[in-house]
């Protein structure tokens, strides 16, 4: 019998200390920014929504751009953000491609990508600080992109 209290106390113990909301992250578009002789600057703007009544800091961000079926710029990044507690923030993933990577007018875009975040609570702290625990949550979006203007949004498909 002390088992099997032994065994629910330790299972709604850990339940708390790994529970907590998930991110749920959206991308909003993808932005062309500027135009320079060494290449093109793209942003991908996503909406992070934390669904948790505790603040969600993010810590690492791996991300890809490709574009009409070509993987163009694969890059990690911290997003250097916390979420608040029941609240969306805008998140903007800088995109680099060389001048070598031909583009030019309407096309098709992908954007794929992968958050790690920290759930509240100092056992978590340690399990993350140990790499024990990486929870995560992924974004990706699909849509037009007109290569030929910078700085304007562009549609996004569903």
């Not at 749920?24 to 669904?51: H, L, Q, W, Y």
């Not at 920290?118 to 702290?125: A, D, H, S, V």
Request: charged share 20%; hydrophobic share 40%; aromatic share 8%.
């Amino acid at each position: 019998m002390l088992r099997v209290a032994t065994l629910v106390l330790c299972s709604f113990l850990l339940a708390g200390c790994f529970g907590g909301g998930t991110p749920i992250m959206k991308v909003v578009e993808v932005r062309p920014e500027s135009v320079t002789p060494e290449g093109r600057r793209f942003v991908i703007v996503v909406d992070a929504e934390n669904p948790s009544d505790k603040p969600l800091p993010l810590k690492d961000a791996t991300y890809s751009l490709s574009i009409d079926g070509k993987k163009v710029f694969e890059g990690q990044r911290s997003p250097e953000s916390t979420l608040r507690k029941f609240s969306t923030n805008r998140l903007y993933f800088p995109v680099a491609v060389p001048s070598s990577v031909n583009l030019a007018g309407r096309a098709e875009f992908r954007a794929n990508g992968n958050v790690v975040f920290l759930r509240p609570g100092k056992l978590n702290e340690i399990l993350y600080e140990y790499g024990v625990i990486r929870p995560s949550t992924d974004f990706n979006g699909a849509g037009q992109i007109d290569l030929n203007q910078t700085s304007s949004p562009v549609s996004m498909a569903n």
